[in-house]
DNA sequence: TGGATAAATAGAAATGATTTCTATTTATAC
DNA sequence: GTATAAATAGAAATCATTTCTATTTATCCA
């Protein structure tokens, strides 16, 4: 997806296109990785000297709301965001372990999962969270 | 399984068998349900007025590295734990949204998942984590 | 094109879960 | 019983994240 994509889902939730936005999603564009507030931050107050680190964390969970990242938690439990294609398919992401890159994993037994719960717990599955770590093609 | 069954756990573990650490394992017992650190504390203290926090962190995390209780991290991104009766066999829990029962799932389909990655991103898969949250037997 | 307006931002400060530190207590081995 | 290392309480520190307020800016419209 392009800049031009992404300026037009701002538009479309009312979100300002601002330079601080557009450049948030340009190091994601530009990445492809999984990056916290701070990594952002950093790589990010060279170009914009005054930019806030509430800031970032702000524009971070907007865009989470947009449909254009996701959001997860790291193994050292702090914020992680990623560029996510297709938000409106329910799909699971790869990550590197080494490189950090994210992959979208069109891939999920969900029908299987719901169906054994179902039989074995009598219980009703609401939702489930998958994060599936690795090394890359590159890495590995 | 039964308290002996974890004290020697304990034992096996190179952890004294405390009254601090038989009273969080027997809350887990009697109520089945994941909890956090502040939780634990608070269904403690009439028992156990002198307990800390700061001790029931630390007892978790012990209890978590002798395979006895499960780390996961809930929504609102505060850790939780749970009793997992096999830690040696590789599955997944179940948490009801309600009342915040845990149970086993063994069903896991790791292998097509990590075919599936294999052939199409050409990535070596190491880890998965899957949370399934829904309505329990009583709750739904 | 410029002014009005609400949204966005910077910077300082607060928050609060989690961790660290140190003196004291306790479980365990002998 | 005593010695020992492990465990604990309580105070304090840490630090990621959030909140607050004054200022700036993107957008809309005359
Ligand atoms: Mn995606
Ligand atoms: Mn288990
Ligand atoms: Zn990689
Ligand atoms: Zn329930």
Redesign the interface.
């Known amino acids: 997806m392009g800049m031009e994509t992404y300026i037009q889902v701002l538009k479309n939730n009312r979100l300002k296109v601002t330079p601080r936005r557009k450049a948030i999603i340009g190091v994601f564009m530009k990445h492809g990785v999984r990056m916290g507030p701070y990594e952002l931050y950093e790589k990010l107050k060279r170009k914009l000297p005054k930019l806030g680190l509430p800031t970032v964390y702000r524009i971070l969970e907007e865009l989470k709301d947009a449909g254009i990242l996701v959001q997860s ?1 790291a193994e050292d ?1 702090r914020l992680r965001y990623a560029l996510c294609a297709c938000p409106d398919e329910h799909h699971h992401h ?1 990550t ?2 080494k490189c950090k890159k994210v ?1 979208e ?3 999920c ?1 969900f029908n ?2 719901s169906s ?2 179902e039989k ?18 590159r890495c ?1």
Chains 1, 2 share one sequence.
Do not use: M, T
Not at 120 to 137: F, M, P, T, Y
């Open positions: 938690l439990r790869f590197c372990r992959e994993v069109e891939f037994n299987g999962l054994f719960i074995n717990l009598n219980a009703k599955v609401e939702s489930h969270n998958l994060q599936i770590e690795g090394l890359c093609a590995r």
